[in-house]
C-alpha cells in the first residue's frame, strides 16, 4: 500500500513521512479515526514506507524488495491482528490470515461488517483473545527478519477484552526496532492500561470532495450520483463504495415527492408512496432515510442563516431554498427527529410497510399542526 493509493488525507500522510525521515518514530502508535476515513490503509502504507528500500520525497517506491511483499502482505518483518470469530480456544489471527489479505487486497477500506463476510461467523461474537495475545507476544519477542523495523498492525482493539493487558509488558518495553500501530474507531472502548501507552494520531472523516472526486475518477460515477452518495456517506468511504452496490440512488426526487405528498395530505398517494418505499430493501430503505435526515438538516442551517455550511449539489439546493419557505426550524427537527426513529427501528429489522406508514403520518400531523396554529387568530383575555 502506497501513501497515493490513499483517498484525501493529505497533511497527516506528509505528518508520518516527516516522522520517518526526522527519525521521529514512536515505537507504539494509535490511528484513530471514523469508519471509512482510511486509518488500516494508512497504517499499512506508514509501515510499508518505514520499510522501504528506496524511500522517495513523498511515497514509497513501490519497486524495491520489501515494497513487493508489502502489496501482498506478505513481509516477513508484517503482522497483522484483528477481530475474528473463533471456532476453537487455540485460534488465531494467522488461522484467518489468507481471508485477511483478500479482504484488505479487495478492499483497503474494509468495515467488520465486510470482513464477516469473508469468515464463517455464524453468531459468534468477534473478538481479539488471549490465544491471539501470546501469539502478539512470540511473534514480537525476535529480531526483524529482513528490514529495518518488524511491525505489528492491531486493527479495532476495542476488541480486546481484559486479556490485552497481557500484551501491557510488550508494549511498554519492545524489542528494539518492534512497532505498534493500533488502528481504532472508538476511543473509549480500548483499554486506557493501553491507550496510555501510545502516541495518538488522530484521522478526520475524508471531506466530501475527496469522496466525490474519488467515485468519479476511479469509479466511473457521473458527477450528480457521485455528490449525492458522497453527500450520503458522511465522510466514510467505506460507505460510499458499499452504496455503489446498491441499485438506488437517486433519492432526492424521491424524497422530496413524499414530504410534498405529506404537507398536501394526499393520503391515498401517500399509501402508495409507503408500498413502493416497502419494496426498496433494507439497506436503500435506510440510505434513503439518512439521505432526508441530511436533506433537512441542510434546510436547518439555511432557516438558520448559515447557507454557507449548506453543501447540496445545485438542483437541491435549489429545491431545499424552496422548501425553507413552508417550514420552519422546529417542524424541521421534529421531521428529523421521526426519520432517525425510523432508521433505528429499520435497523432492527421493523416491518417497513407500517414503519414507512407510522412517519408518513407523523409528517402529515408535524406539518398540517403547524399550519392549524398559525391560521389560528390570536384571542386576548
Not at 524511500?55 to 517506491?61: L, N, R
Not at 452518495?229 to 441499485?247: C, F, W
Request: with cysteine.
Amino acid at each position: 500500500m502506497q501513501f497515493k493509493q490513499i483517498v484525501g488525507q493529505y497533511a497527516l500522510k506528509q505528518r508520518l513521512i516527516n516522522s520517518v525521515n526526522e527519525n521521529r518514530v514512536s515505537h507504539a502508535q494509535l490511528f484513530l479515526g471514523p469508519g471509512g476515513s482510511g486509518s488500516l490503509p494508512l497504517a499499512v502504507a506508514y509501515a510499508q514506507y518505514l520499510s522501504c528500500e528506496n524511500k522517495q520525497e513523498d511515497d514509497s517506491c513501490g519497486e524495491c524488495s520489501s515494497c513487493r511483499k508489502y502489496q501482498k502482505l506478505m513481509h516477513p518483518d508484517l503482522h497483522f491482528s484483528y477481530p475474528f470469530f473463533a471456532k476453537h480456544k487455540d485460534d488465531t489471527a494467522l488461522t484467518f490470515i489468507e481471508q485477511w489479505r483478500e479482504a484488505f487486497q479487495a478492499n483497503p477500506y474494509l468495515s467488520l461488517d465486510t470482513w464477516r463476510g469473508y469468515l464463517d461467523a455464524e453468531n459468534k461474537q468477534a473478538n481479539i483473545n488471549i490465544a491471539e495475545c501470546h501469539q502478539i507476544i512470540k511473534k514480537l519477542s525476535f529480531k526483524p527478519f529482513e528490514s529495518t523495523y518488524k511491525v505489528l498492525i492491531l486493527w479495532l482493539p476495542e476488541y480486546l477484552d481484559r486479556e490485552g493487558n497481557a500484551l501491557l509488558k510488550i508494549i511498554e518495553e519492545p524489542q528494539p526496532n518492534t512497532l505498534f500501530l493500533l488502528v481504532a474507531q472508538n476511543q473509549d472502548q480500548i483499554l486506557n492500561t493501553i491507550l496510555s501507552r501510545t502516541q495518538l494520531i488522530k484521522i478526520p472523516a475524508l471531506s466530501f470532495e475527496d469522496i466525490k472526486n474519488n467515485l468519479v475518477d476511479h469509479h466511473n460515477q457521473t458527477e450528480e450520483v457521485a455528490s449525492e452518495i458522497a453527500y450520503l456517506s458522511n465522510g466514510s468511504l467505506t460507505e460510499a463504495l458499499a452504496m455503489l452496490q446498491q441499485e438506488n440512488k437517486g433519492y432526492h426526487g424521491v424524497f422530496v415527492q413524499w414530504l410534498r405528498l405529506c404537507f398536501a395530505n394526499k393520503g391515498l398517494e401517500v399509501m402508495k408512496f409507503v408500498d413502493e418505499a416497502s419494496k426498496m430493501g433494507r439497506e436503500n430503505q435506510k440510505n434513503f432515510l439518512r439521505y432526508g435526515i441530511n436533506f433537512i438538516r441542510e434546510c436547518c442551517l439555511i432557516l438558520s442563516g448559515a447557507e454557507s455550511l449548506v453543501h447540496l449539489p445545485a438542483q437541491e439546493l435549489e429545491t431545499a431554498q424552496k422548501m425553507t419557505n413552508v417550514m420552519n426550524i422546529s417542524q424541521a427537527q421534529n421531521i428529523i427527529t421521526e426519520l432517525e426513529k425510523a432508521h433505528y427501528h429499520i435497523e432492527r429489522n421493523a416491518n417497513p410497510k407500517i414503519l414507512f406508514l407510522d412517519v408518513s403520518l407523523q409528517i402529515i400531523k408535524i406539518l398540517n399542526l403547524t399550519i392549524r396554529q398559525e391560521r389560528t387568530p390570536y384571542i386576548p383575555n
